[in-house]
C-alpha cells in the first residue's frame, strides 16, 4: 500500500490515504450522528408508572386551552416524608374520552415527566405547557408514582422569586421577576412555574426555564426570567414556584 501511494500523483494520495484510515466526509459524519439520534431514542424508555405513590395526593388536575397551545397543571400535596425525583404522568383528552396525548414518549425533557422535589406536607403546582393535540382538549387525568430519588442530608436548597408583575405583549400574558439562590449550590435546569388561579379555578398557566442559577454570592448581576402564559391571567392571583433540581453537591 506505501508502495502505491508513493507512485500516485499528490493531488489523490490524500484521497486515498483518507479512505485507507477511515476519515469520514461531513455529508458521511451528519448520516453517522443522525443514525446515532434515532438509536438513541430507540433505545430510551417513556414513562410509565406501576403503582400509585401512596404519600403523594393529586388534589387537582386542570387543562387550560387557548390559541397559544396547551397547558395541564396538577396540584400535589405530600403527606408523607420529602420525596425527590416524583414521576407526573399526565394523559388528556377530548370530550368523549379519546386519549388525544400522553408524556410517555421517550426523549422528553425530565421537567415534562417528573417533579424534581416535594418536601415534606409540602403542595406544589406541576406545570406542562408542552403538549401537542389536535382539536379540542377537555380533561386531563394525573398519577404519580414513587419517588426515583434520595432526600440529601440536611435543608432543601432555598429558591427565592421576587419582584413578580404581571403584563402583556405582542406574544401575549407574561409574568416577569428575578430569581435568587439562596443556597450554595448551583442550580440546572430550574423550572418557574406559575399559575393564575381565579375564585379558586386555574385560568392560566405557564413556566419558564433557567439553564443555571448561580450560587449565592457568585453573581452581582440579578437573575429574572419571564413566564409565557397559556389562559387569560388578567385579574387573577398568582402563584409562582421553582423546586431546586440539585439537592447537594455542586453543580458548574
Known amino acids: 500500500m506505501r508502495r502505491a501511494l508513493g507512485l500516485l500523483p499528490l493531488a489523490v494520495a490524500p484521497l486515498l490515504l483518507g479512505g485507507c484510515l477511515g476519515v469520514q466526509t461531513t455529508p458521511e459524519k451528519s448520516a453517522a450522528k443522525s443514525r446515532l439520534a434515532v438509536d438513541t431514542i430507540k433505545n430510551q424508555k417513556g414513562l410509565r408508572i406501576g403503582k400509585p405513590n401512596a404519600s403523594i395526593e393529586v388534589e387537582d388536575s386542570t387543562l387550560i386551552q387557548d390559541a ?6 396538577v396540584r400535589v400535596k405530600n403527606t408523607g416524608s420529602t420525596q425527590v425525583t416524583l414521576p407526573v404522568a399526565i394523559t388528556v383528552s377530548d370530550a368523549r374520552g379519546k386519549r388525544l396525548y400522553a408524556n ?7 421537567s415534562l415527566t417528573s417533579l424534581p422535589v416535594l418536601a415534606a406536607g ?6 406542562n405547557n408542552q403538549i401537542l393535540v389536535a382539536g379540542k382538549a377537555s380533561k386531563v387525568a394525573a398519577q404519580v408514582g ?3 430519588g434520595e432526600p440529601a442530608a ?14 402583556r405583549d405582542e406574544d401575549g ?3 416577569k421577576g428575578t430569581i435568587a439562590n439562596g443556597s450554595a449550590v448551583a442550580q440546572k435546569r430550574l423550572v418557574i412555574s406559575c399559575v393564575a388561579r381565579a375564585g379558586g379555578k386555574v385560568v392560566a ?21 419571564t413566564v409565557f402564559f397559556i389562559g387569560d391571567p388578567k ?6 414556584a421553582a423546586p431546586p433540581t440539585v439537592l447537594s453537591g455542586g453543580a458548574k
Not at 410517555?104 to 425530565?110: C, I, Y
Not at 409540602?122 to 406545570?127: F, L, S, T
Not at 443555571?212 to 453573581?219: A, D, N, Q, W
Open 68 to 73: 397559544n397551545g396547551v397547558a395541564a397543571v
Open 122 to 127: 409540602q403542595e406544589a403546582d406541576w406545570v
Open 146 to 148: 414513587a419517588a426515583k
Open 154 to 167: 440536611g435543608a432543601l436548597p432555598r429558591i427565592a422569586l421576587s419582584g413578580i408583575r404581571a403584563g
Open 235 to 240: 385579574r387573577a392571583q398568582l402563584a409562582c
Open 205 to 225: 398557566a405557564g413556566r419558564a426555564v433557567v439553564d443555571r442559577l448561580p450560587p449565592k454570592g457568585e453573581s452581582k448581576k440579578p437573575t429574572t426570567f
Open 104 to 110: 410517555d414518549a421517550p426523549g422528553l425533557d425530565a
Open 173 to 175: 400574558p407574561y409574568a
